[in-house]
């Protein structure tokens, strides 16, 4: 019985998920966007940057949200991004299937993170993370480009967008391209928290 | 003593406010869009529509927002737009200015609603607005692009947006230009309704 494939991001109010530059990751505008995670004690823990952190809805969204993943698929932008970032211990603790046309072996990282590097595809992708992520769900870690290819060729079954307070005005756009035409959405929940709006809806094909 | 300045609208997941064409207004994503207003008893009420209609959230905030608006600026693609589309009794019921260079009398409608075409730009029909609009608050109707050049001049005290459940994948969007270095948002409320999801932001400068 395969698992839900599903997405979870940090969107500004006019839909943007990156800036523009990876460069401008950690810039002020990125900090905003993620104001709601880089305060809890989930990602302290999950980056083991110590005891400490807050509790509360944001953060154990946070926990479900890693809990209930099997797998990951990633694009290639991110995971460039994520190797100069992420700490020796990666934040994933479970199998990442990453999209590429490098060839290259697996990479294992202390603490259960092991990259894989996929070549086919993103459907060979998925299938190779449903088949890992056993009984639990597939998450589409991005980016933005990454997660829009899935959506548009119908590979996702629900997403959660968590709304922050801000405006880039420039950068990735989550939902650039997408095939509006097909894609149809239906509320599953809306939950403001005091830092972003969280909503997740279910993916219906029109 | 001034009163608020204010937009509201509803926006797509995507950040669309309008479909590309005044032509698709009315459109299937158009109704989308607008699900959360046309069944109310307020939206039937305030265009002559008859009895009925449903009551609940969705309903008490449109009729707030009403109720708080003494007078509206608005865009003259809006006004082409709504000129064609309004009934006679036009859904405003107060005075709103147009930004056009169109030099017209103002035009009265019956139930209250006078047109005024302002020639010398937003400052001077935000001007007009705040005199006419008395101790109550001034709306800034729409479209998208007069509604930005006010966010990005500074004269926006606070927004709503309600986003609806919907990609549109095109069209006009809320934000596209926005001073992003200039404008900083704090969050007012977040209230999701069966329909939408109603987030209400105060504009600082950064």
């Known amino acids: 019985m395969a698992g839900t494939v599903f997405f979870s991001v940090s969107m500004s109010l006019d839909g943007f998920v990156a800036p523009e530059s990876s460069e401008d990751l950690m810039g002020p505008l990125w900090m905003e966007l993620q104001q709601w995670v880089f305060p809890t004690r989930f990602f302290r823990e999950n980056l083991g940057l110590g005891e400490g952190g807050e509790e509360g809805r944001d953060d154990a969204i946070l926990r479900e949200t890693f809990a209930r993943t099997g797998a990951s698929v990633m694009g290639k932008r991110m995971f460039d991004a994520g190797e100069r970032m992420w ?26 993170t092991v990259f894989h590097f996929v070549n086919d595809g993103i459907g060979s992708a998925l299938e190779q993370a449903r088949a890992a992520a056993g009984d639990r769900d597939v998450r589409i870690a991005g980016g933005g480009a990454t997660i829009l290819e899935h ?56």
Chains 1, 2 share one sequence.
Request: net charge negative; hydrophobic share 40%; aromatic share 8%.
């Open 87 to 112: 700490p020796e211990e990666a934040p994933f603790h479970t199998p990442v299937f990453v999209v590429t046309h490098e060839e290259r072996d697996p990479w294992e990282r202390p603490g259960g």
């Open 151 to 206: 959506v548009n060729a119908g590979l996702v079954d629900e997403f959660s967008v968590a709304v922050s307070p801000v405006l880039f005005g420039a950068g990735v756009r989550l939902f650039e391209g997408v095939d509006a035409a097909r894609v149809a959405l239906e509320v599953v929940r809306s939950e403001p928290t005091p830092r972003a709006t969280h909503l997740t809806y279910a993916v219906r094909e029109r």
